[in-house]
């Protein structure tokens, strides 16, 4: 899941002597720039073009109505306390799985994809279950702003524990053993080595898991709801399509889509920073 | 010593509310009231279909995002050219894009009053129907081939490729003897990512589907229906099965990305 950016090959001495299907003539490049035409980039233009289709004003009408304004800001909360807290325990699991040693510890490591793999849909009907009115731990916050959260947190688990654990793989263990030696505690060890050098991956990590927050749908349905309270923007875009605004629906779409991509814009511009810092 | 013990609490504590306790769950409500229900859930024609339809995506996205992946990520590490860095920010969209959007993009360029409306007028029919849900899963599940195939392929390098360019092989049969075989555990990967997605995908296809019961609904399409119509024995069924295909895909990933580290 990681998003790498692709564009760092292998300094090439000469292409003459490299001959591989589709390369160097062009007819490789003009297949690709089709297909991601037709698979992404056209129907993303739809819905720019839906969106200011009755003007700028109508627009901006629609991006500041009250509901949409009311989910945005919903959305955006509950990701940013997502993924502090995924920030924090992220990070704790990524380094239990680097350098504790306990039983169990290689099915822990896979459990961590496990919403990678698991259906959105599925996760909230089980989170329901667990954490709503039936709930068999006596925990009831379904449909409340909890609930957003919990679902939120299961879904972008993996982004943080993913990021960080190569960087702990790496570190150069010698660095904490001279901060010891010096006399550094844990605390100062963690505060002044391990956390600066984990910052590349744990801002990567966060910021995709904030994108994926933003937009995610399946996980928060059932088990947050619609209710007013708890309508997240991709839950509110989906009413508006039903109720057919379709000019509003795209509208607070193309304000989700710019947010994913400043932050996608931040995860590859730490990736290219860090690369270069390393 | 206590700060260890107390970070394992955390971790795992936090690990054993969010994921497993849940995965469990699902196992325990499917079969609270007997093997019976749910298996009559899922064995039912409109559970049936749904099962069906899911795979259908499956066999059509999956091998057309792999053909892609694979030719892309050849060509973004191969071969340089200006078009590179706009066609990498392109293949991230995927992630960044909500799913909702994505089916919203599929609705507005393929529905009523679209600029590709004429090909529903011609008879085939986009939205409301398979062909749409196609392009949803599609859309949706671009990105992993590519981005598990470009790392692979950076790492092994042009000589071998090189030198059976200069032994006389062609393109093909460089790209068949050499490349694929040593990418071959990298691009499995990615399609194991790309499979659990498309097998997982809920709001695109949710949008473009109308999710028509045994006519366009896919497998989490049908969880959603079956709660809605407050069977919970036969969304969890269904759950079941998802649950299941899951947990391969879980190993499968973690057995791939042992050959890859091999």
């Known amino acids: ?278 | 010593m206590s700060s260890r013990w107390g970070l394992r609490f955390l971790g795992l504590g936090y690990l054993t509310l969010l994921l497993l306790i849940p995965l469990a769950m699902i196992f325990y409500k499917t079969f609270e009231d007997g093997i019976g229900p749910p298996l009559d859930a899922v064995t039912s024609p409109d559970g049936l279909h749904a099962l069906k339809l899911s795979l259908l995506m499956v066999a059509i996205s999956v091998p057309l995002n792999t053909i892609f992946g694979v030719g892309c990520a050849l060509l973004l590490v191969r071969h340089k050219t200006k078009l590179n860095p706009g066609i990498d920010a392109v293949i991230n969209l995927p992630f960044a894009v909500s799913p909702v959007v994505i089916g919203l993009s599929l609705y507005l360029l393929y529905g009523v009053g679209g600029w590709f409306s004429f090909i529903g007028e011609e008879g085939l029919k986009i939205v409301f129907a398979v062909p749409g849900m196609v392009l949803a899963s599609i859309f949706v599940s671009l990105p992993f081939v590519v981005r598990e195939t470009v790392p692979v392929l950076q790492e092994i390098g042009t000589d071998q490729e090189r030198a059976a360019s200069t032994l006389g092989a062609n393109g093909w049969q460089t790209f068949w003897k050499i490349t694929l075989p040593s990418i071959r555990w990298g691009v499995a990967y990615g399609i194991v990512l790309t499979t659990a997605r498309v097998l997982g995908e809920f709001g695109a296809v949710t949008i473009v589907s109308g999710s028509i019961s045994g006519q366009t609904q896919t497998l989490p399409l049908f969880v959603e229906k079956q709660y809605a119509n407050f069977n919970s024995t036969g969304a969890y069924g269904a759950s079941l099965v998802l649950a299941l295909l899951a947990l391969i895909t879980l190993f499968a990933m973690n057995l791939l990305k042992r050959k890859e580290d091999a």
């Open chain 1, 1 to 278: 899941m990681e998003a790498q950016p692709a564009n760092l090959p292998a300094p090439t001495a000469s292409r003459a002597s490299l001959r591989l299907p589709g390369i160097g003539t062009g007819v490789g490049n003009g297949m690709v720039v089709l297909y991601l035409s037709i698979v992404v980039l056209l129907p993303l233009a739809a819905v720019g073009s839906e969106a200011f289709s009755l003007g700028l004003g109508h627009f901006w009408e629609q991006v500041t109505s009250p509901l949409a304004v009311k989910s945005l800001k919903l959305t955006v909360v509950c990701s940013l306390v997502v993924v502090v807290l995924n920030g924090i325990f992220g990070t704790i699991l990524a380094w239990l799985l680097v350098r504790d040693e306990f039983p169990g510890k290689s099915i822990v490591n896979a459990v961590i994809d496990l919403p990678f793999a698991l259906p959105t849909i599925v996760a909230s009907l089980v989170l329901l279950t667990l954490y709503g009115s039936d709930s068999p731990l006596g925990i009831d916050i379904a449909s409340t702003r909890a609930a957003v959260v919990v679902a939120l947190m299961f879904v972008t688990l993996p982004f943080v524990v993913r990021a960080v654990q190569p960087l702990l793989l790496e570190m150069d263990r010698e660095m904490e053993a001279a901060a010891a030696s010096l006399g550094a505690g844990n605390f100062t060890i963690f505060r002044r080595i391990i956390f600066p050098n984990l910052l590349p991956g744990l801002g990567a990590g966060v910021a995709l898991a904030f994108a994926r927050a933003l937009g995610e749908f399946g996980s928060v349905l059932l088990f947050a709801g619609g209710l007013p309270d708890t309508t997240v923007t991709s839950v509110f875009i989906r009413n508006q399509v039903e109720s057919n605004n379709l000019v509003g629906a795209s509208a607070v779409s193309m304000v989700l889509l710019l947010a994913s991509l400043l932050l996608l814009g931040c995860v590859s511009l730490i990736q290219r920073w860090s690369a270069r810092h390393v």
